[in-house]
């Protein structure tokens, strides 16, 4: 075995460890030397998100004593950041099996340091720790989640005071810090539980007052007060506070998955726990086909994701993807507040380089503002903190099922996007249609976009090699066609620079480096490159769009548009 896993596991038997992660380590040793190795090979990188791995003994995994010298590490910068002046923490974990139990010792840690910490009573959704942030005037922040990760997985999401995760130059500073913890011996565990103050109902009612206050018409709400909601939390947070929200608002017909309603970390029905997969939302689809309903709802563990169900035209059940639920949420607050006369004249709307273009077309249309930022809610979270003087914050959103509504918090937020959603449908069905008949009446007056993303991993030790490989061949070697369509411009955001690759032009792209890279196409296709920046894998994103005439052009249009993506991942050999 590798002289650094015995070493590793060695100073952990020999170290301040309880005997049950002894026992542990003993029994790998003996019975499963391959996973002792990955357990020890390498530290569980803390990166510019936090920290996210495989729960268990070990170095590179999740356990107390990872997350006991992580939370070291970062209250050791919190009170480097505020020299002689108090420290506050909010902390605030989801449904994942030990998730409050890592809560807790994050809370123990940063309270043995002399941070006051506000620490969550129960589980609660992600968006609510950046509420509390910022409305509770903390430094920082700490969430316990994996987002949607399988069930084997738990992590940890750092804030800081303006209810954002962690932006350069604190991500990376952090990072620093916490990699000056060279053993639990540094970590200060207990002492100041004085310092711990929980909290729980007093928040949740201030974070739905503020959901409440997103309402556009209300008055709409109380004439479809009886729309027939579908909502599944998923076995995570959401349940803490979407049904309370969707009663406050005033929708009186909301039926939960019975089936999926309890919070539980092994996360039984699912494979993954995530409403970006129609797997996930299998049950609800039943449930909303028996009873006839008019919109189905699924969030993530943490409750920051949203995925959403509608009928077609012709009555069946179809999935939105993240640009599509875009789309109808930026339109509707658009749209809905400047029929409603509170729009004003300094609104903005964020999205990322990713999500799809036909929102910059939609904000263009209505004289507003469309920034684009790096894939993140945390980039979303900085523009509206360079912004906020002069410009007013709307909405924000990603294609990874995120939505952000209103300025109180920081985060992508699945609660309130609930509500707004059902709102949606409200209106239109007051209106006498579907959320989906508005979609393509959007796509008639804003043009047909249609959007796909794939994923490849390169496995083996020489996975992260090859994807950089690739890479820098595009980034050298662009391709001066793809699928007939020209080649106009290539933007590195890595490099900062865009380039028009027929007249040679070039020009900076004003956005933090990202070893992001997309493709302009003659036809208006667009297409991105992104690696992961700690897996072996790769995604690559699509874009398509042309004009919708009519209505009823629909399904011929889209099936055009579809062939165009699937010609442009077979001219790039990445099937």
Not at 111 to 132: G, H
Not at 154 to 176: E, T
Not at 259 to 279: A, D, R
Request: glycine share 8%; proline share 4%; charged share 25%.
């Amino acid at each position: 075995m590798d002289d650094v896993i015995m070493k590793r596991s060695a100073a952990w038997l020999a170290g301040n460890f309880d005997e049950l992660t002894k026992e542990e380590i003993k029994r790998l040793q003996q019975d499963n030397p391959n996973e002792l190795a990955d357990a020890f090979y390498r530290n569980l990188e803390f990166g510019t998100g936090g920290l996210r791995g495989i729960m268990g003994v070990g170095t590179n995994r999740m356990n107390k004593y990872t997350v006991g010298m992580a939370t070291q590490g970062y209250a050791n910068y919190l009170k480097q950041s505020h020299p002689g002046a108090p420290v506050r923490i909010a902390i605030a974990h989801d449904s994942r099996n030990n998730s409050r139990i890592f809560a807790e010792i994050v809370a123990n840690v940063m309270a043995a340091n002399d941070i006051k910490v506000y620490l969550f009573e129960a589980l609660r959704p992600t968006p609510e720790l950046s509420f509390a942030i910022r409305y509770l005037g903390c430094q920082g922040g700490v969430v316990c989640t994996a987002s949607h990760n399988p069930k084997e997985y738990n992590g940890y999401k750092a804030y800081w005071n303006d209810g954002g995760q962690l932006v350069p130059p604190h991500d990376k500073n952090v990072i620093r810090e916490v990699d000056k913890i060279a053993s639990v011996d540094d970590v200060q565990w207990s002492g100041g539980e004085s310092n711990i103050t929980p909290i729980g109902r007093e928040l949740d009612e201030e974070y739905i007052l503020m959901v409440n206050s997103l309402s556009v018409y209300p008055e709409i709400i109380q004439k479809q007060h009886d729309l027939k909601i579908v909502y599944t939390p998923i076995h995570g947070t959401g349940i803490t506070l979407v049904p309370e929200v969707l009663k406050r608002f005033g929708f009186t017909n909301v039926s939960i998955v019975e089936e999926q309603s309890e919070p539980n970390g092994n996360f039984p029905t699912v494979i993954y726990p995530n409403p970006e997969e129609s797997e996930a939302m299998s049950i609800g689809l039943k449930k909303a086909k028996k009873i006839d309903a008019d919109i189905l709802l699924g969030t993530d563990p943490d409750a920051d994701r949203v995925g959403i169900g509608v009928k077609d035209n012709d009555g069946n059940w179809v999935l939105l993807n993240g640009n599509q639920t875009a789309v109808l949420a930026f339109n509707y607050m658009i749209e809905a507040r400047k029929a409603k006369g509170i729009a004003q004249s300094n609104d903005m709307v964020v999205k990322t380089i990713v999500t799809t273009d036909m929102i910059d077309v939609i904000a263009e249309r209505s004289n507003i503002n469309c920034y684009n930022v790096l894939t993140g809610f945390k980039w979303i979270a900085e523009l509206i903190k360079e912004k906020e003087a002069s410009e007013n914050y709307v909405i924000g959103g990603e294609e990874s099922y995120g939505l952000m509504i209103g300025s109180k918090l920081r985060d992508k937020d699945a609660v309130s996007a609930v509500a707004i959603l059902c709102e949606m449908a409200a209106y239109e069905k007051d209106k006498g249609r579907t959320l989906y008949q508005k979609l393509i009446d959007l796509y008639v007056q804003f043009g047909f976009y249609k959007e796909s993303l794939i994923s490849i991993t390169k496995k083996g030790m020489n996975g992260q090699k090859e994807i950089a490989e690739m890479m820098e061949t595009y980034r050298s070697n662009p391709p001066q066609t793809i699928n007939g369509s020209a080649v106009v411009q290539l933007l590195d955001y890595e490099l900062s620079k865009g380039r028009n690759l027929q007249s040679d032009k070039e020009w900076n792209i004003q956005l933090p480096k990202s070893n992001v890279l997309q493709f302009i196409l003659a036809d208006g296709s667009k297409i991105s490159a992104r690696p992961s920046g700690t897996e072996p894998k790769i995604k690559f994103y699509f874009s398509v769009h042309t004009t919708l005439n009519d209505a009823k052009d629909f399904e011929s249009v889209h099936q055009s548009l579809n062939q165009r993506i699937q010609g442009i991942i077979s001219d790039m050999g990445l099937k």
